[in-house]
């Protein structure tokens, strides 16, 4: 299978020159096969959001290689980065990140208008995701007229709506209580399953981690273990995520 | 714990209340200006010939304090987000709300306090150097000036201690409403949601008739003296709410036509609108007076360039020479060979009879005498051309020519002080037989008399003369220049306070807009980092801010323009031509504005930038 990731010895270190070096990424090495669904889990601190931040092209590495789908995106500049972004990536933060001055169908837009599409075609893509996601009554609300969860829910359809390659997510569920967390969850297993659209998503969160084919835990900027679900079941996952955890805390 | 708190939020805060106070201290600054000048009564009424004067600085007073009092209050919410926060965070730990809301009442209270005192200081300063450098440029010098008027300064620390102090009541009454909770959520919500349908469609509308109904009045009350402060005042109230409603809801109208239409769907065209339909909601009462602002301050240069350029063209009308010099000493003929552009230089020769001059007739043959021919032509037309006439024409003018007469009535004024009661006589035997001494007058003409080194050199021959001959005290030197000389004595007084008060006016607009831009950074830095990721180039995200902000900055000078145009005729009355001035000070104001729109551009992409990784 082919690899939709491909992180060699990644480095990542932050006030470099200064006093004292901090070093959030040391040696990581990744892969993700494409259409796969990857969490990385790991305490607060561990350099989750750095790792993250790094491969989505947002922030430059100290050294090491970054291969998304092919690309050396550390090779590009920073307008090709931007065409790369729009084209090839989506993404799920834990704020939302939606813009407040966009009505829900203008912001699940974007991605497309950036990208010159027509409007029947955007308008057709947009009521796709929506109906996906259950939003289509939301569609010319505001954000700020709109729930937590459902904020949530069009950040995911934003991510979707120009059919990615990859769609990463930052703590997705982390603000969301676990009725909603769990509806997430449940939509990007779908998106995965449904649109093969490989996931790579950080969360301390064992429970959103299960919904995973693959965890790799990360600690002090390295993996150190990575669990696969195989066969199991969702629940018999979730638990052997939690066994690992009490070992892995102890 | 308050005091850790409070230094705490100033190391991190600094920007922003820098900001802020630069803004209060700006603003009141150009109060203490406007108020010297107003509250100055003596140097009103002693430099300008009109009656009214007084009220209007007053209706100019009472327009600025709201202008004022419509920026502090926005600065004070500004305060409030900043600090509401940690208020939030001090009542969590358990502190109590009346001290609390007491802290904030003596915070506002006292950063207004501090920036009374040094927004004075600046504003003495301001006015000082204005004052100055504008009386140097302008060649005037006004009597009654002052950088400090005791009126003006009460005027302004009565009318902040009393703004700032319902600041404070009104914060202290908002922490006591608030619960901690929202409090804590101080930065979300800071913007409403555009307004659509109907009732939007119906105070759009509604903005654009009053609109049209201010400049109804403005040109057909105001200008034609109709009960003139009853409809002056109306003018501005009728503006003032045309402009607001034009802004909160007509150009919401535009926006989302155009929103709703294919061509919002390229690129970040929605994102731009969408950013704009929102921000017009919160700027609309900033932007309502910076419109005002950009209006005082382009008609009062407008007025000050119109009395600066219509003046010379009024001198040069007055008269077909620049100036005439009797008896010329060596040391004027020295100046007058330095003067620059001359078009002719003419000496005459008279003698002076007990009842009357007499010219010798050959002279005027030999160089003929300048004349303007008498047309019925308005003050507007501008310099008419000079004529030249022989003794023939001297002596029988036809109908066309009688001014003639009155340019040789005017040569020999300096030497003969009874020059009104006494006949010219042109005749070349009379002349001859006649044994009284010869006196000569040279009359020159220059194309430009306000230019140096012309200017310069002009005043020293006035002052030889009026020296020479005392009577010219109370005449003054007949000729062009002479007569600018009487105009700048009372439309000087004017033209200065067009030039200051666009200064202080411009000064004004430039600290709103500015702070009213920069305080969106912080929305706005999230938002285009969400852009970046979403896959928008550098180069787009530059532009759409930078569009985003020139079209904030188009709709006041839009509006501000027309208000000028349709307002300017109101000074008809007090202005030959009240346009005469306009399309130098709109170049003036649209390059400042340009520069101006530039700079908060740069400062904006700057500030969007530091907080990027
Ligand atoms: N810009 C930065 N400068 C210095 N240190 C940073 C910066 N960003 C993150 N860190 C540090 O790097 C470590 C990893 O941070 P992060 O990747 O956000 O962890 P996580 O997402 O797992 O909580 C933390 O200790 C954090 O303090
Ligand atoms: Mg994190």
């Known amino acids: 299978m082919k690899n939709v990731i491909d992180v060699k010895n990644l480095n990542l270190t932050y006030n470099a020159n200064s006093q004292k070096p901090f070093y959030a990424l040391k040696d990581v090495n990744l892969q993700v096969t494409d259409g796969d669904f990857v969490a990385i889990m790991g305490p607060s601190g561990s350099g989750k959001s750095s790792l993250l931040n790094v491969l989505a092209s947002l922030q430059a590495p100290t050294n090491g290689e ?75 609300k505001f954000p700020s007229e709109l729930s937590g969860g459902q904020k949530q829910r069009v950040a995911a359809a934003r991510a979707l709506v120009h059919q990615p390659k990859l769609i990463f997510g930052d703590e997705p569920t982390g603000a969301l209580d676990s009725a909603n967390a769990r509806e997430m969850m449940n939509y990007l297993s779908k998106i995965n399953a449904e649109q093969h659209i490989s996931i790579l998503m950080v969360t301390h969160d064992g429970f959103s981690a299960s919904f995973a084919n693959k965890i790799h835990f990360l600690s002090d900027g390295q993996i150190v273990q990575t669990l696969e679900r195989g066969n199991q079941s969702r629940e018999t996952f979730y638990r052997a995520v939690l066994d690992f955890l009490g070992t892995f805390e102890e | 714990m308050l005091t850790k708190i409070a230094i705490q939020t100033i190391k991190t805060k600094w920007k922003d209340l820098l900001i802020l106070f630069a803004g209060l201290v700006i603003s009141t600054a150009i109060f203490y200006m406007f108020s010297t000048v107003a509250n100055n009564k003596a140097f009103l009424t002693a430099n300008t010939s009109i009656k009214s004067i007084v009220v209007v600085f007053i209706i100019g007073e009472v327009l600025l304090g709201l202008i004022t009092f419509v920026y502090l209050n926005f600065a004070n919410r500004f305060l409030v987000q900043l600090r509401q926060r940690e208020y939030g965070l001090l009542m969590m730990f358990g502190a109590n709300k009346l001290s609390i809301s007491r802290l904030l009442f003596m915070e506002t209270f006292l950063l207004g306090l501090i920036s009374l005192v040094l927004g004075s200081f600046l504003g003495a300063g301001l006015t000082a150097v204005a004052g100055s450098v504008l009386q140097k440029q302008l060649d005037l010098t006004l009597p009654h000036w002052q950088i400090f008027n005791s009126t003006g300064f009460i005027v302004t620390i009565c009318y902040f201690i009393i703004v700032f102090s319902l600041n404070g009541f009104f914060n202290q009454l908002y922490i006591n409403r608030t619960d901690i909770n929202k409090l804590l959520q101080a930065n979300q919500a800071a913007e409403k949601t555009p307004k659509t349908g109907a009732a939007n469609f119906i105070t759009g509308i509604i903005g654009i008739a009053l609109l049209i109904l201010s400049f109804v009045v403005m040109t057909q009350l105001v200008a034609k003296g109709t009960m003139i402060f009853m409809s002056l005042i109306l003018a501005i109230g009728l503006n003032i709410s045309g402009t607001y409603l034009f802004i909160r809801s007509s150009l919401t ?129 501008g310099v008419p051309k000079i004529q030249f006439g022989t003794a023939q024409q001297i002596n029988k003018p036809n109908s066309s020519e009688f001014l003639i007469r009155q340019t040789l009535q005017n040569l020999a004024t300096a030497t003969n002080p009874n020059h009104l009661s006494v006949g010219n006589t042109v005749d070349a035997r009379k002349f001859a037989i006649s044994t009284a001494p010869i006196k000569r007058v040279t009359i020159v003409h220059v194309k430009n008399m306000t230019a140096q080194p012309n200017a310069q050199i002009l005043k020293k021959l006035t002052a030889a003369q009026t020296k020479r001959f005392p009577t010219l005290a109370t005449l003054g030197v007949s000729g062009a220049y002479g007569f600018l000389v009487i105009s700048k004595g009372v439309f000087g007084g004017l033209e200065f ?117």
């Open chain 1, 66 to 140: 970054v291969l998304i789908d092919d690309q050396n995106i550390w090779q590009l500049n920073a307008n090709q980065l931007a065409k790369f972004r729009g084209q090839k990536l989506g993404f799920i933060f834990q704020e939302y990140n939606l813009i407040e001055s966009l009505s829900v169908f203008d912001n699940i837009a974007l991605p497309l208008s950036l990208a010159k599409a027509p409007t029947a075609t955007i308008k057709a893509a947009v009521n796709h995701v929506a109906t996906l996601l259950h939003l289509t009554e939301q569609l010319n």
């Open chain 2, 253 to 381: 109208l535009v926006l989302n036509l155009l929103q709703s239409s294919s061509f919002a769907n390229m690129g970040l065209r929605k994102f731009t609108l969408g950013q704009l339909s929102f921000r017009l909601r919160a700027f609309e009462r900033i932007l309502t007076i910076v419109t005002l602002l950009f209006a005082l301050a382009l008609g009062a240069l407008t007025v000050g360039r119109g009395y600066e350029l219509s003046t010379p063209t009024l001198a040069e009308q007055s008269s077909p020479f620049t100036i005439n010099i009797n008896q010329p000493s060596k040391q004027d003929k020295q100046l007058i060979s330095q003067l620059q552009g001359v078009t002719y230089t003419k000496t005459y020769q008279y003698k002076q009879l007990t009842h009357e001059i007499v010219w010798d007739a050959a002279q005027f043959n030999r160089d003929p005498l300048p004349y303007y021919k008498a047309e019925n032509s308005t003050l507007t037309a």
């Open chain 2, 497 to 613: 306070m067009g030039f200051f008060l666009a200064i202080a006016f411009l000064v004004m607009l430039a600290s709103t807009l500015m702070f009213k831009v920069l305080s969106n950074v912080e929305t706005d830095r999230r938002r285009y980092q969400i852009l970046a990721m979403i896959g928008a180039t550098p180069g787009q995200r530059m532009l759409a801010n930078a569009v985003e902000i020139a079209i904030i900055f188009i709709v006041p000078l839009t509006i501000g323009i027309i208000d000028v145009v349709y307002g300017l005729p109101m000074f008809k009355a007090v202005m030959v031509n009240p346009y005469i001035g306009l399309t130098s000070s709109l170049l003036i104001i649209v390059s400042f504005y340009v520069l101006y729109y530039i700079l908060t551009v740069v400062v904006y992409q700057r500030m969007l930038k530091k907080g990027d990784k």
